[in-house]
């Protein structure tokens, strides 16, 4: 869902049909955030940096002003991705083009460690620290299709079952 390392920040779920960015958090760890919220934070940072009174930078000067964290947008394993305009070493890497439909997934159930990853058609896979900031994605569904499946086989039996 939200690698460990972005368990103390503000995150959400994401959204079908979502424009996300890889973006780099204060924790170092690169996650997914929407850029409306980048944009919110970049224009708060620009108001931030305005012209302003001699007495207004030295109270900025001994408590600085806290702007609010961009929030992490986390990804169930399963989901479908797009990712585009991969970067050309990354797709000269893994043998993809440079939009590539995913499936987000986690390597393992520890704790402590990087685990979000992304699965290429390919069968290869990397951990989204791997993505470099500014990578788009769209969040095209957050179900895998095998679990679409078994819903709707649950569905069928549902309804043959007269009640």
């Not at 850029?35 to 900025?60: G, H, Q, V, Y």
């Not at 964290?69 to 000269?92: K, Y």
């Not at 900031?133 to 569904?141: A, C």
Request: contains cysteine; aromatic residues 4%; neutral net charge.
């Amino acid at each position: 869902m939200c690698d460990y390392s972005l368990h103390g920040l503000p995150n959400r779920l994401a959204n079908e049909g979502e424009e996300l960015v890889a973006h780099r958090f204060p924790t170092g760890a690169i996650g997914l955030t929407a850029p409306s919220e980048l944009s919110r934070r970049t224009n708060l940072d620009n108001m931030r940096c305005a012209k302003k009174s001699f007495w207004s930078i030295l109270k900025a000067a001994v408590v600085p002003p806290r702007l609010p964290e961009v929030p992490a947008v986390c990804v169930p394993p399963g989901a479908t991705l797009r990712l585009i305009d991969i970067h050309a070493s990354l797709r000269h890497e893994l043998g993809v083009d440079a939009e590539e439909t995913v499936t987000f997934t986690q390597t393992t159930a520890m704790a402590n460690t990087y685990r979000d990853a992304i699965r290429f058609r390919t069968g290869r896979q990397i951990l989204l620290q791997v993505l470099r900031e500014g990578q788009r994605v769209r969040v095209l569904s957050l179900s895998s299709p095998e679990c679409e499946e078994s819903f709707s086989l649950v569905d069928r039996l549902n309804a043959e079952v007269p009640v």
